[in-house]
């Protein structure tokens, strides 16, 4: 083996692990078509180990569909998504969403199964013993606010922001590193939402988690996000911190977004003025 070889090893060695430390996630030119529909046209973007990253956008945007990307939910038409380097198309399905927490957009929780079973399912497959999962269940109900007696009830009496609450208990279940989280609080009303968003924000800081987090609320967005990509029609539109995008954004659609709270701000002001000037004549 000559020196020049000796130098390219070593090079392409420090060139990995430097990559690994920096990019858990990465999606190369993503896309999706269903039918005539470009679903999700050519994403890329990287997320970095610790990072919560939100996608925001619209309704039909496809935030969705990229976050079922990145756990085989939904195959890709094109493009390759990397899991810590490793392409997800080599990895068996399964055995890739034991290693991420999902929280569905829509509930999927399994109806015939109790709250505990719910949050316990992934430890079962995993194969920990009944004490091991009863003393998970007890701290995730805890943890997402709901008493300990909820376990033994059939999640279908459980109200909506209750079965979204258990939804979120049952991805940290296997105290996953990557979380994918879909509106994981939308069911919820803004002051349980609040507690819901504050405490996510410290477990998530607690277990050095790695999440992609999907919401169309912009004040949520801002207050989760370490940076937010706004989807626009299947495309990326824009990706940075949340100061970035609010200083500099680089479309028409994310000046508007950005400027949401503060014009939604601006109208409740004026309006509680017209109601005291109502009051003072
Ligand atoms: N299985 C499917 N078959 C056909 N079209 C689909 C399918 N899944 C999603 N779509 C379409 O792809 C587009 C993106 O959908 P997606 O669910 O990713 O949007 P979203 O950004 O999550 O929207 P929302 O905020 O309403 O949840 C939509 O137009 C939707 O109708
Ligand atoms: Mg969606």
Redesign the pocket.
């Known amino acids: 083996m000559g020196p020049c070889k000796t130098t390219h090893l070593r090079l392409s060695h420090v060139a990995r692990s430097r990559y690994d430390s920096f990019t858990l996630i990465e999606l190369r030119e993503v896309s999706k078509r ?2 005539e ?1 470009e ?2 046209n050519a994403l890329s973007l990287t997320v970095e180990p610790g990072e919560l990253l939100v996608l925001l ?10 976050l079922k990307m990145v756990n085989r939910l939904v195959e890709p038409s094109s493009g390759t998504v990397l899991l810590d380097g490793e392409d997800i198309a080599d990895i068996e399905p399964h055995a890739l969403r034991r290693r991420i927490g999902y929280v569905f ?1 829509r509930l999927g929780l399994f109806p015939h199964m109790s709250v505990a079973e719910n949050i316990a399912v992934t430890p079962s497959l995993l194969g920990w013993d009944a004490e091991r999962r009863r003393e998970r269940v007890a701290e995730l109900l805890k943890l997402v606010e709901l008493d300990n007696d909820m376990g033994e009830r059939p999640v279908t009496e459980l109200s909506g922001g209750q079965q979204q609450r258990v939804g979120v208990a049952r991805a940290l279940a296997a105290k996953p590193k990557l979380m994918l989280l879909d ?1 994981p609080f939308g069911a919820l009303d803004p002051i349980t939402r609040e507690r819901l968003q504050q405490s996510f924000a410290r477990i998530r800081k607690e277990l050095d988690l790695t999440a992609i987090f ?1 919401t ?1 609320d912009m004040l949520e967005a801002l207050l989760m996000g370490d940076r937010i990509a706004v ?1 626009h029609e ?1 495309k990326l539109a824009q990706i940075g911190t949340p100061s970035e995008l609010m200083q500099a954004p680089a479309t028409e659609y994310v000046e508007q977004l950005m400027s949401t709270p503060k014009r939604q701000a601006d109208a409740v002001e004026r309006l509680l003025r017209l109601r005291d000037d109502e009051v003072v004549s």
């Open positions: 269903f039918g529909l679903a999700v956008g619209g309704s039909g945007s496809g935030k969705t569909t990229t957009q509106e999907v169309h989807m299947g």
